[in-house]
């Protein structure tokens, strides 16, 4: 048995995602930026890539600036923010994902910009009336918070938050990377300034991703040496992963509406499974809703012995799912973000189950059937 439950750290690359990087692989190996034939074939498959993109997205091509993932896409708009949009502060969560947290705290101690942390409600919603009263007064900001949290997928109201911030002359970030080919984005309408993007996140490849940087921003690049990507992302382009990521996000807007449906259907099911085996099991966020993140389940196990060994014994029986985000998974005090939201418990175990579009009704079973064995 392998069940895989582990979408929301990476998912598996389509196997039309794969195919179509062969023949770039195979065939454009010209540097895009270069001005021959051989070059130009490349740059053609470039800004063609490009395009696609900014048509799901209702955005201008140039707007898209490739990236290694969300986590260089995270870094570039804070950073670009505070060095080259002046901002002097930023206002965050402590429950965002650490790319976000972290490079606001360096910024913090190297550039001397304010950081200040927005309240949640105890569901793990933004208190948006605690924003607004941060965003009343002080120096020139910018808002990052996630669309959805990696962990207890707790939704945030992007046109609620954004508007409130051009209201109050700050920008706008926000980590998208959970949520991207998941929901559909109309970004000639929504008041935001950065959106963030990660391939692996959606069956595309791993190490390419983009940032959105709104129309009238003029950012410099935290990789220097080279003009591409307009001079805000130096180096030579990963072709065949720009393809991948084109062709994952044009598979993912062919059928969004019924992937929502299948994976919200195997979500009921492993909630149903759960409260049929558990008199005493809790959903961190009200992650069971249908209001959150419908890829994302973080499960709370009532109290038992094994609970410290519970991922490890689940993996034994060969389902694989995580305690908290992939990128902290060396961490040993927990999840950051079920501490800052005070779901923490140390006498349970908090799992995250995380949804993609290969599993099926029967890896629902099998998982339910692992974990009544692990915690029996």
Known sequence: ????LDNAATTAVAPEVVESMIPVLRDSYGNPSSSHAIGRKSRVII????????????????????TSGGTEADNLALRSAVRDLKCQRIITSAAEHSAVIKTAESLARSEGIVLELVNHFRDGTVDLEHL??????????????????????????????????????????????????????????????????SAHKFHGPKGIGFLYIAEGLNVGGQIEGGSQERAVRAGTESIHSIVGLAKAMEMAYHDLNEHECHIRALKAQMVTGLKSLFSDIR???????????YTVLNVSFPPHPKNGMALFLLDLEGVACSGG?????????GSHVLRALQFHDSERASLRFSFGRYNTEADIDEALVAIEKVFA
């Open 47 to 66: 800004e063609q890539s490009r395009r696609a993109i900014a048509r799901h997205l209702q955005c201008h091509a140039k707007t898209i600036y490739f």
């Open 283 to 293: 959903f961190n966020g009200n992650s069971d809703d249908s209001s959150r993140l």
């Open 325 to 333: 985000s992939a990128c902290s998974s060396g961490a040993t005090l």
């Open 1 to 4: 048995m392998s069940v895989y």
């Open 132 to 197: 607004s009263a941060l965003l009343s007064s002080g120096p020139k900001t910018l808002v990052s918070l996630m669309h959805a949290n990696n962990e207890v997928g707790v939704l945030q109201d992007l046109d609620r938050i954004g508007t409130m911030c051009k209201e109050h002359g700050a920008l706008f970030h926000s980590d998208t990377v959970q949520t991207m080919c998941h929901y559909p984005f109309d970004l000639s309408k929504l008041p935001i300034d950065f959106v963030t993007c």
